[in-house]
């Protein structure tokens, strides 16, 4: 496990040195600024996310200062101003320095160790295997998605993973009341893991019967509660709660044709959610972590039905590579559609991302970079539906097989409410009862 750590740290400090996506990580230095100025999250524009990764940066902003003493955190580069007018290309102008983008990657490189600990404890615990387990640890730490999202982008979506393979430990274990607190802080960073509520809920009922259920169920709703509660203070005091949620409420509440589908997208999500928790509740298999892991990692495919962008899928990759490590040869085509789709997805800005090492370094050139970008610029929109059509046939591959392997007996479930509906609800045709 120590060449895995020092290769996986090693390939997101080369990453980092000289790719940044500064679209997102130029964002993290406006709201450190704003904080530094006496401002709350959101008293300025420039943080659309619920709280937790504000306070996060929050932090970071504090040892930076006190600590580290970053001082300089970037410039807008005035000869790259043209490429924010490409359409659909999401690139900025702004640059970070070196120092302020590892300060920040930093920290999320250590979480992305603390993930690939998690995942082996996790396969010891359901199988008592170490090989597999550094296998699925392996998975995880080395996948290009995995480094190139911390490392590239900057972004926060393995601290997501964390909480939500924590909250799945912490289940299996039956502490519920931290389970709960540990859900909650994980929708509280990204909505996404919101969507796992009603499988832990069956979680508990199966685990604990009808009749010993209710003060866990409690215990894990006071723990979420709780930590909403705690969380949420500053925003109710300044009365800013309803901002908290403008990155979604934003995209849910247009009248134009991608709101409508969007809102629909989330109706579909809801209602193939409570499906598979129905089917979950009544599947007679007994090994619950397993089938923990399993529904978790269906549940999270579900979710990402919504467009999801590179980094969303680092949520789903823990999963993934525990089932890989519990069920040698499965989903490799899978895993390796998603893992190579989503570190092309996040290099589809291309040169763009070398802008700060250019502007700080001299390397690459900056005419290079900008004459690159000039002749890509223009067709971006072609890349972007490409690239997420890349990432959609990961998660298509991966729900065929589980179909096909019938895991979670969805399959048997379908074909059941198939006859039922052809048939009638005693297997016959209606016409057979009248003769």
């Not at 504000?54 to 600590?67: I, K, T």
């Not at 120092?99 to 160790?113: I, T, Y």
Request: proline share 4%; charged share 15%.
């Amino acid at each position: 496990m120590a060449a895995v750590l020092a290769a996986g740290i090693a390939l997101r400090l080369a990453l980092s040195l000289a790719f940044s996506y500064d679209y997102d990580v130029h964002h993290w230095a406006i709201v450190m600024a704003n904080m530094a100025s006496g401002n709350d999250l959101y008293g300025l524009s420039g943080y659309f996310y619920t709280p937790v990764w504000g306070y996060v940066l929050g932090s970071m902003e504090l040892f930076q200062q006190l600590v580290l003493g970053v001082g300089d955190w970037g410039t807008r580069v005035a000869d790259a101003l043209v490429l924010e007018s490409y359409p659909d290309s999401w690139i900025s102008a702004y640059v970070t320095t070196t120092s302020f983008a590892l300060s920040v990657k930093g920290p999320l490189f250590a979480v992305d160790a603390v993930v690939m600990y998690l995942v082996h404890r996790c396969v010891m615990d359901l199988t008592g295997d170490r090989r597999k387990a550094e296998t699925g640890a392996a998975l995880w730490f080395l996948c290009p998605l995995t480094i190139a999202s911390p490392a590239v982008q900057g972004m926060f979506d393995d601290m997501s993973a964390m909480l939500v393979l924590l909250t799945v430990m912490l289940a299996l274990r039956r502490r519920y009341f931290l389970g709960g607190c540990s859900i909650a802080l994980a929708a509280l960073l990204k909505l996404f893991p919101a969507a796992l509520v009603p499988l832990l809920v069956v979680f508990i009922l199966r685990k604990e019967g009808r009749d010993g259920f209710l003060r866990p169920l409690v215990s894990a709703i006071a723990g979420g509660l709780a930590t909403c509660l705690v969380v949420y203070i500053p925003q109710i005091l300044t009365g800013t709660v309803r901002d908290s949620f403008s990155f979604i409420l934003d995209r849910a509440s247009s009248t134009d044709l991608v709101g409508t589908l969007t809102v629909g997208t989330y109706v579909l999500i809801v209602v193939l959610i409570l499906g598979l928790a129905l089917v979950y509740l009544r599947r007679e298999e007994r090994d619950e972590g397993r089938l923990l892991v399993t529904a978790t990692m269906i549940a999270i495919g579900i979710v990402f039905l919504c467009p999801p962008a590179p980094q969303y899928l680092v949520l789903l990759i823990p999963f993934v590579a525990i089932y890989m490590a519990l069920n040698p040869g499965k989903l490799r085509a899978a895993y390796a559609v998603m893992s190579v789709g989503g570190l092309a997805f996040t290099f589809l800005n291309t040169f763009s991302l070398m802008l700060g090492a250019s502007y700080y370094h001299g390397i690459p050139d900056m005419g290079m970079i900008l004459s690159f970008m000039a002749a890509i610029g223009p067709h971006m929109r072609w890349v972007f539906l490409a690239m997420t059509t890349f990432q959609y046939v990961g998660i298509l591959l991966m729900m065929l097989h589980l179909l096909r392997e019938d895991v979670m007996g969805v399959r048997s479930a379908l074909a059941k409410a198939l006859r039922t509906i052809r048939f009638g609800p005693q297997g016959r045709m209606p016409s057979d009862e009248n003769e």
